[in-house]
């Protein structure tokens, strides 16, 4: 059963959000599980109805004009609705955080000390386009033992209703509160903006989306964020780098999704290095359809370069355009990379052990790569079987965020009448 | 030697930390204890300067009418002295958490991944009244690999400029940067405004301080903020509770220093207990200098108890005042503490295991104990040999905050040419 509250939406919902959360912590690793299991076969039951509602979305995206790259973000099918049930089965295999003893100690004084993890409460997604991310958050929410309040955009808006929807009749048929998942319909700048400052009833507010949306949250939000996301990520070729592996890292880093935070959006390159190998290397990238903006050395011997402004080496481009300075050596690449950078992914291809350690210690930055392409920093591909998010903040969580990102932590001391001294 | 950098105090002293950050954190534990060893010696060095410029402040606190407890707070003598060279060689002997591999595995593709524990970076702690948090500060997180921004209040100025100044002519003798560690002297509420904003330059923002401090740094701060602080810490007498117990652990909770954030502030008394024990453990608190402000049933039965309101129940006293209401079970209890609580440190007294388990599973705070006092919310009770303060969210560390609070992770990445699929 649904709780009624009265007041705005946001208010309502945080306050029932609020509520929920204080069941949902007390939820065995079993119900939860069985609760996934609910809202897969849900999903399945309801795809009809879920496509229908895209359908809406796509034809109101039309209408005003959204582009072809978005309006594929938004279309849901059979095929992509498969695929959050597949996740949702995955994640039903992973282990539950939730009760994990971290540290466990008895004091002389007889306090039985431990320190376990323990939700984190309730959870406020803010997110661009893509629908699947509803399940997505809400699904692995549930298993951390959170309430989860989402805000998705206008333009997924009839899709977002339709799967919530969905969910909360999958709850109904659980021990889990229905009220443990909220979606806020409402998609106005307003109920972001009261969503911010809901200190009341959020612990963490996660932004997912581009630059523009996650700065406007940490530049607003007085409640706890966890930044996700923006990647200004370089390729830096060293003097000893072997050309195969520059080649294929660079290549791979730029092309193989250059849509995502962790592509490469600049190469730097040591210029002796440069000397011999640079042209072929920048070919290479112009074959595989990249367009290159660079720096004096690089336009004078590019043909189709583009001269390069400071504005653009701190530019995320998530397209096939990628920015080139040539760097005297490993110590002004790193200073480049920590003065541009993102902080997010960042990679040196090198044969010179102890530039590789440099790089390594030095560059600030949630993964740093030797020998290696910076699209491998993802929850999956480290083995994590989930993700929240990339981190690129430094409290909590850096980098690929599993689902202990979504857990916090709290003291459970026993004693038989100790006081303090 | 200092670097000069043209710009605003907070501009500068941002860039210097920033710059020094990256240097701090490539030095070894042996580097970083010899420097703290030189603070150590240096502050015994410049004990008399430092007294003297302590005068100044409290001669201006006195024209200023500042109440005879700050006074005392600001004060310096040669034991506090003492004490701050004892804590730093006490820090000394703690292991250093920066470089210590949190996790190390080889994907199948042969990829090395290990996630290192590594420095903030920049961290800037704004503070009240007492001098000895600007040793404190600056050592802790120099100890952790961290360059410090301090920015103490306008109460204690001459006395933090005398403590930097000596802790800069130690880094002058030593490996470390002499920048890494930084004070504003401007002590107006611009630069505060200032720090809350600098992202370019600060990691993270740790106030300490009253209530008024942490809201304005929570509701204004667009740099990440490890909030710590306010305590309206509740103890709950269940049905079953042992009078003795209930007796010690109150008196002690709330009387052995009612000043500080783990003191106990309200008392929830289950109703058949409060029936036969409720009056003579009132007259108990009463007896040990504590104003009681009750509910009714409080105020029926007990002489000298004024009435409370709402409000009451939401104030952290620091005094020895106390606010008591009687409730109907540890459900009541559990639901009057969630909501009215800081989420900082409860207890229970009570003999009964269901009771126990539900009151530890169910309240939301950072520390929560069964038959003992509050008080042992801190770093040193709990065994972590250092302090920085005890943090009241969910995000990055809660409750007390050892040395690994000023760390950070990084995943360090090794291949030999890997690609991503």
Redesign the interface.
């Known amino acids: 059963m649904k709780q009624h509250i009265a007041g705005s939406e946001v208010q309502t919902k945080g306050k029932l959000a609020k509520f929920s959360s204080?069941l949902m912590?007390?939820k065995t690793t079993e119900e939860k599980n069985e609760a996934l299991a609910k809202i897969a076969e849900q999903l399945l039951l309801e795809k009809e109805e879920i496509i229908e509602a895209n359908k809406k979305d796509l034809e109101n995206g039309k209408k005003q004009g959204l582009s072809d790259a978005i309006l594929d973000r938004i279309m849901l099918n059979e095929q992509r609705i498969q695929a959050m049930v597949d996740a949702i089965h995955q994640l039903i295999e992973l282990p539950d955080p939730v009760g994990e003893v971290l540290e466990s100690?008895t004091?002389e004084n007889g306090?039985q000390?431990e320190?376990r993890r323990v939700p984190?409460?309730v959870v406020c997604m803010i997110y661009e386009a893509r629908p699947n991310v509803t399940v997505d958050a809400a699904t692995l929410c549930l298993k951390t033992g959170n309430a989860v309040i989402l805000r998705g955009s206008s333009s997924a808006k009839e899709s977002n209703i339709a799967l919530v929807s969905c969910i909360h009749r999958a709850l109904e048929k659980t021990s889990l509160p229905v009220d443990a998942v909220q979606l806020i319909e409402d998609t106005s700048h307003e109920t972001a903006s009261e969503l911010f400052h809901l200190?009341e009833y959020i612990?963490?507010l996660i932004p997912r989306g581009g630059k523009k949306l996650i700065d406007l949250v940490?530049?607003e939000a007085?409640v706890?964020?966890?930044?996700t996301g923006a990647g200004n990520c370089h390729v830096y070729v060293d003097q000893s780098a072997?050309y195969?592996?520059a080649d294929?890292?660079v290549?791979?880093?730029k092309t193989?999704r250059p849509s995502v935070c962790n592509a490469a959006e600049s190469l730097l390159i040591q210029e002796d290095w440069f000397n011999e190998h640079g042209k072929k290397l920048l070919e290479s990238l112009q074959d595989a359809g990249v367009k290159i903006i660079g720096d004096e050395k690089v336009c004078k011997v590019l043909p189709g370069a583009s001269p390069a402004t400071e504005e653009d080496y701190a530019t995320e481009f998530l397209s096939l355009t990628i920015s080139v300075k040539i760097v005297k050596d490993v110590d002004e690449a790193i200073d480049h990379i920590?003065h541009f950078g993102t902080k997010h992914s960042e990679a040196i291809i090198t044969n010179d052990e102890r530039n590789?350690e440099k790089f390594?210690?030095?560059v600030?930055?949630?993964?740093?790569?030797?020998?290696?392409?910076t699209?491998?920093?993802d929850g999956f591909?480290?083995?994590y079987g989930a993700e929240i998010g990339i981190s690129t903040?430094?409290?909590?969580a850096?980098?690929p965020m599993g689902l202990p990102a979504l857990t916090?932590?709290?003291?459970?001391?026993?004693?038989?009448?100790?006081?303090?001294g």
Do not use: C, M, W
């Not at 706890?224 to 930044?227: A, Q």
């Open positions: 204080y912590n007390l100690f004091k306090l000390i320190k984190l409460g200190k612990d963490v940490v530049r007085s706890p964020v966890l930044e072997d195969d592996i294929k890292v290549i791979n880093a193989q920590n590789a390594l210690n030095r600030d930055a949630t993964s740093v790569y030797v020998n290696a392409s699209r491998f920093t591909e480290f083995g903040q430094k409290l909590h850096r980098g916090s932590t709290k003291y459970y001391i026993r004693g038989n009448g100790q006081i303090r």
